[in-house]
């Protein structure tokens, strides 16, 4: 069978550690959609690992690990990675394959990236400028490059060929880049990831489900940010939800089995777009200060706020989460109150849904204040938990109907209390 594990709100859930966590109980960890716009954090004897392409159950030993179709790899942001890895002993040749389906992105698509956000002007997306967004404008037109592309023969002239159309769009655009320098290190990278284990990802995975192997399926970016469902335009470039680990890997629904959302006990935002519950006051920077919200890619200030249930509620609809995760829940311990979003009101009405154009009118986040908990107590297991932590776990789950499988407390691997 098949468990899901994504991000509710829009990215940095904490989705890496959790990943890390329960990766010893299945047999395979993969990767469905998005790319190096991802950063996952995983803390390992003390060392932070930022993983970006390769999934999060890379520290495990029992897991083999799978970047599905439906992701999209920059070679040479991968090698990078990849050499991260090999120098602390992990061996990807043995620990990882990749399907011959995933997209590529080169470095003409990363100008794109910059070009289309150039010209956007005030209305920036805030993308992470990985390409993301071109690569899979080239998967769904039809014009994309894959891994098994890689293996062959006429690899260079697919690749000019479609270089050749990132250069007319650019002069389109009226922008000047140049790739030559990225072009050489692309080619490298290149021949490195054909030097590891390339396969059809669907038949692999299929068969590990036919002999009744376990399967963690981990999502990148969050639900707020899919591309049907998310705060369009300001989102990514893929389905984020549970529904994508079926497109993203080659599985059919009915092998799915949980779906585990993960929501911070507060949300952030990077980059731009609507976000009903931020806060822009001392309360936001106490956020970002305690929480050491920035960007695990970019660096950028992560946008801090309070849980917002609207969109929360909506995204477990989505997804059909059957757990939920809280994380971070140590950070609130600053606070003598938290607060959480229950409904928006926009004009004179009240809603506990998230309307067509997010944007198009003021949303006054209505908000129910729980009591902080404020302990100075090591919360390591269920019994250290503070009353008014239970409480607030309790309320959101009263709120949403799905109970919460994990809280965890801390970065640490094993800073978490499950139930
Ligand atoms: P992901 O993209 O969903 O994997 O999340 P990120 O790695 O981008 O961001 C989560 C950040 O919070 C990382 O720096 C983690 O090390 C950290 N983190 C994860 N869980 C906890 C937690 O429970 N408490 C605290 N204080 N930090 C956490
Ligand atoms: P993880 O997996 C948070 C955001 C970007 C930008 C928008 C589009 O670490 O949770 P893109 O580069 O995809 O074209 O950017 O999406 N974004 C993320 N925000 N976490 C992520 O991934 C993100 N991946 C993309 O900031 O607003
Ligand atoms: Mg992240």
Redesign the pocket.
């Known amino acids: 069978m098949v468990d899901v594990l994504l ?1 509710l709100q829009w ?9 890390d966590f329960l990766a010893p109980n299945y047999d395979v960890v993969a990767r469905f959609q998005g790319g190096p716009n ?6 390992i004897e003390g060392k ?1 690992i ?1 993983l970006r392409t390769i999934p ?1 159950g890379v520290f495990c030993e029992r897991p083999c690990n799978l970047i599905g179709n439906g992701v999209v790899i920059d070679p040479i942001e991968f090698l990078k990675e990849a050499k991260e890895l090999e120098a602390i002993g992990i061996n990807l040749r043995k620990k990882l394959k990749i399907s011959q389906k995933a997209h590529l992105i080169v470095p003409t698509h990363r100008l794109l990236d910059a070009a289309s956000e150039a010209a956007k002007g005030e209305e920036k997306i805030g993308s992470t400028l990985k390409g993301i967004g071109p690569a899979y404008m080239d998967k769904t037109g039809r014009n994309g490059l894959r891994v098994g592309d890689l293996q062959s023969p006429d690899l260079k002239v697919k690749f000019e060929q479609l270089k050749k159309k990132h250069l007319e769009l650019l002069s389109l655009y009226n922008y000047a880049g140049d790739s030559g320098e990225l072009e050489k290190k692309w080619f490298e990278a290149a021949d490195y990831i054909r030097s590891l284990d390339i396969v059809s990802g669907e038949y692999f995975i299929n068969e590990k489900l036919r002999e009744g192997k376990l399967v963690l399926a981990e999502g ?1 970016q ?1 639900s707020m940010l899919d591309i049907d469902f998310g705060t369009y335009p300001f989102v990514t470039s893929s389905n984020t939800i549970s529904a994508a680990a079926c497109t993203g890997l080659g599985i059919p629904p009915t092998a799915i089995r949980d779906v585990m959302g ?1 929501i911070k006990a507060y949300c952030t935002r990077v980059g731009g777009g609507p976000f009903p519950t931020e806060l822009t006051d001392a309360t936001g920077e106490d956020l970002r200060k ?3 919200e920035f ?3 970019t660096g950028r200030p992560r946008r801090c706020g309070w849980l917002d249930l609207v969109a929360v509620n909506y995204t477990i609809m989505l997804n059909g989460v059957t757990k939920l995760i809280v ?5 609130l311990n600053i606070f003598d109150e938290v607060k959480v979003c229950e409904s928006y009101t926009i004009g004179s009405d009240e809603h506990k849904s998230i309307p067509f154009d997010i944007t198009a009118a003021p949303i006054v986040p209505n908000y129910t204040t729980l009591k902080g908990w404020k302990t100075d107590h090591a919360m390591k297991t269920a019994a250290d938990l503070p009353a008014s932590l239970n409480d607030f776990m309790q309320y959101v789950h009263d709120k949403t109907n799905v109970g919460v499988s994990i809280v ?4 640490g691997r094993d ?2 209390v499950t139930f």
Not at 38 to 43: D, F, S, V, W
Request: charged share 20%.
């Open positions: 991000g990215g940095d859930e904490g989705k890496g550690k959790i990943v991802a950063g996952h954090t995983l803390n932070r930022v999060s990148a969050g993960i305690a929480g050491h960007g695990a890619v994380t971070k829940a140590d950070v965890s407390i801390g970065a800073q978490l």
